[in-house]
């Protein structure tokens, strides 16, 4: 099995995990706030992050399966931060502001574009 399905595997089971995190938000909301969440809809936002990067990876390892290893590479990564970088906003209003964070975002997104345009470009010049 492909690396990018296995990850989009695992991807799809934390998603199915942080599923619980929106359970508890509507019937236990003081245990996410005793948690130091500030803004649970980061953690809904994240879960849903979860789920579409998981199928991303999930679908490009399914039509790719030879893609090249630096390719891989760079759509796991993205694909793991993106939605992970919901999570700092959820116990901080002002996490976005900090350079450590916005850095780690402009790699990711930067992973994430170079990742998915260089699938396509694999995929429409194969063969």
């Known amino acids: ?10 991807e799809l089971a934390v998603a199915a995990l942080f599923g619980w995190l929106i359970v508890i938000r ?10 130091g969440v500030k ?4 953690l809904m936002q994240a879960h849903l992050d979860y789920v579409m990067m998981g199928l991303i990876a999930m679908a490009v ?3 790719l399966p030879d893609l090249a290893t630096w ?15 919901f ?16 850095a780690v975002t402009v790699v ?15 995929g429409l010049t194969a063969d």
């Open 1 to 10: 099995m492909s690396p990018l399905v296995r990850s989009g595997l695992v």
């Open 26 to 35: 509507l019937e236990r909301p003081a245990w996410l706030t005793r948690a």
């Open 39 to 42: 803004s649970p809809r980061r």
């Open 61 to 63: 390892g399914l039509a």
């Open 71 to 85: 390719v891989r590479v760079l759509l796991i990564l993205g694909t793991w931060v993106n939605p992970t970088l």
């Open 87 to 102: 999570l700092p906003l959820a116990f901080s209003d002002t996490a976005d502001r900090n350079p450590v964070y916005r």
């Open 108 to 122: 990711s997104f930067v992973a994430m574009s170079t990742a998915l345009v260089a699938a396509a470009v694999t």
